[in-house]
């Protein structure tokens, strides 16, 4: 039997596509109850996800750190990023001046616990959760020297760190609402 080339494509299609979907047809029957995916998370595991960090600075956890201290770990894991001064175009962390309206972290964030929660959890992009609390909080400390908010050798940790005053924290009202179904 002669097949043309037209028809050549289609056959070899044809047959990828079915034997690309057997197995899926194969496995696509209906289960009842678990999915037998994963496991039930511990206790551990989930003391080391609770990590989170309020604006009274409820959850922050031992530890220190100064601007002085922040500046070299903030140039070897953060400048490829946010720039050597915190302002980078894209990513900008630093700038307090009434001329800029961009929306940094001297400008517009509420709490100095969010930053040092954000980086805890998030920073560096390519190791997210890898740096020590210490590490954190003199980061957390640089960034907020860099705009301006405490002096170089000011010590941040969980005493201090929820007294700093940001610049943006009037810009926010608190969603106090009770009694009615929450909006979020």
Not at 17 to 25: R, T
Not at 148 to 175: E, Q, W
């Amino acid at each position: 039997m002669f097949v043309t080339c037209r028809n050549y494509h289609f056959v070899i299609l044809a047959t990828l596509s079915v034997c690309c979907l057997l197995p899926v047809v194969a496995h696509s029957e209906v289960t009842t109850g678990q999915l037998s995916i994963g496991r039930d998370a511990s206790a551990e595991d989930i003391e080391r996800w609770d990590i989170d960090i309020g604006p009274d600075g409820d959850g922050l956890p031992a530890g220190n750190g100064t601007a002085k201290k922040g500046k070299p770990i903030y140039e070897a894991k953060c400048t490829s990023c946010h720039g050597p001064r915190g302002r980078k175009d894209r990513d900008k962390l630093a700038g307090l001046s009434g001329t800029s309206q961009r929306k940094t972290i001297g400008t517009y964030w509420p709490y100095a616990t969010t930053l040092f929660d954000y980086i805890r959890r998030a920073m560096p992009p390519t190791e997210p959760g890898s740096l020590t609390d210490d590490e954190v909080y003199a980061l957390t400390a640089y960034i907020l020297n860099l705009n301006a908010i405490i002096k170089t050798n000011k010590k941040m940790n969980a005493r201090t760190l929820p007294k700093v005053r940001m610049p943006g924290r009037d810009r926010f009202v608190p969603d106090d609402r009770r009694g009615g179904p929450e909006i979020r």
